[in-house]
């Protein structure tokens, strides 16, 4: 038996709603450093300014040091650049959660809920550009409460959500990074219908794409 509950969201979950989406947000920090150190704009800039450091200084020392400082620099950038989404969205659909999803039938939002504590969250949006698909928006579970069914769970209630009101497909965005994301939405039926470079500076540099993933409703 599952050691957890789903219910609709209520005002007193606000702060551990936000707190968790930008946790969870953060947590991503890590795979995405490994991925831009993997390209070679960025290899190539780390061995042409370690070159120059060294052709300039004569010392492999100062050249070094210069390496940590560039790779100290782009983390505290990188940080910066996820701290400001997180931010963002806080003053989007996040600021008034009861208003964004709560106040609209054809919307909602969900907390799993474990020992008095939220452990994870989903919400569902109408698109704006149809009547007949549902975005699933949101999705997070705490760290120390994942494989234990809650992510999957979270997932059926917005296709069940969506089904109810007769939509005909369940639509979300992910990042490159998401990897477990990923996999539960295939393993859920989800299919990848197109993947786009985000449309910022550090999205065209790093080469960072979104996947939108769509599950089709069957009746």
Partial sequence: MADF???????????????????????HLPATGTHLLKLFQVQ?????SFLGVLFVSQSYLLSLVTLAILFLAGRW??????????EQCKRED???????????????????ESNDRVVGMVGAQ????SNEVMTLRRMS???????KGIAKALCRKVIDFARQRGYKTVSLETSMV??????????????????????????????????????????
């Fill in 77 to 86: 950038q990188l940080n910066k650049e996820f701290q400001e989404y997180v």
């Fill in 126 to 129: 109408s698109a704006l550009l």
């Fill in 141 to 147: 579970v705490a760290r120390d409460q994942r494989g």
């Fill in 178 to 219: 998401q990897y477990a994301a990923q996999r539960l939405y295939e393993n859920m039926g989800f299919r990848k219908t197109s993947v786009q470079i985000l449309p910022t500076l550090f999205g065209k540099f790093a080469k960072f794409s979104v996947l939108t993933y769509e599950f089709k409703i069957h009746d």
């Fill in 5 to 27: 509950t789903i219910r609709e969201y209520k005002n007193r979950d606000y702060d551990a709603v936000r707190r968790m989406f930008g946790e969870g947000m953060m947590e």
């Fill in 94 to 112: 996040l600021l008034d959660i009861e208003k964004s999803y709560m106040a609209n039938d054809n919307s909602c939002f969900w907390v799993a």
């Fill in 44 to 48: 190539f800039f780390f061995f042409i």
